[in-house]
């Protein structure tokens, strides 16, 4: 047998993948949203840098301006992986019931959990690609003292469950409306909320970057962050059940999956 050439290996796995993701993902990085949305994050990481540096001026080599170079690199990201990709998240299934291709979706082949898993898959690619675009920048810090590597690793952590999480949360209330006009309330609802989460987490982590340090050296803290990840895994489960029990037809089971 002739060995399998790249091509028929690369057409093996796209059958395999799930064509939501595939399609979504495709949809989304042509998008002239995503690219407005990453350019205009690779221009504020570079001006956050080229700026901070001309205000810092010549006493930046003895300061310890990590912390600060880290703030505003986050804050740039924050807005990227806290808004734009669980509103966006949002927006692609509720826009299957404005367009009536939901029903299309629906006598396929496709069960809900593929949907769902699909629009949330294709919203953590995107999440990634804005991660890859300014976390050079925040290992940059790294050299401007006063941030250690675990503190920016924990801080890189926390925000990418946020951002699925935010993400998982869209897909619920999405699934959940069905209607043009709960549509169109839940998607002023949802952005409000995103931008309230964004400047809170900008407190947050300012905050646990003060006290990270030493907190990290003690072991009721990994307990507590253990607990939270538990928690987190829980309701994130619940939330992933819930969204598709919204989307199957009405005879079906809906609740032993949300149940177990």
Known sequence: MKPDTDDSWLERFGDWINPILVKETRQALKSRQFSVTFGLLLVASLLVSLGGVALAGPELDYRSAGMGFFLAYFVVLAFAVFVVVPFGAY??????????TFELLSISALQPRQIIAGKLLSAIIQMFLYFSATAPYMGFTLLLKGIDVPSIL??????VLASIGFSMISLLLAALARRRGWQVFLSVAIITALLFATVVSF??????????????????????????????????ALAFQLSAAQLTFDADNRSSKVRA
Do not use: C, D
């Open 91 to 100: 927006r692609s299934l509720s826009t299957e019931h404005e367009e009536r």
């Open 154 to 159: 924990l801080v890189l952590f926390a925000s």
């Open 203 to 236: 407190f947050l982590v300012a905050s646990a970057l003060m006290f990270m340090g030493p907190v990290m050296r003690e072991p009721l803290f990994w307990t507590l962050l253990a607990t939270l990840l538990t928690i987190y895994v829980t309701y994130f």
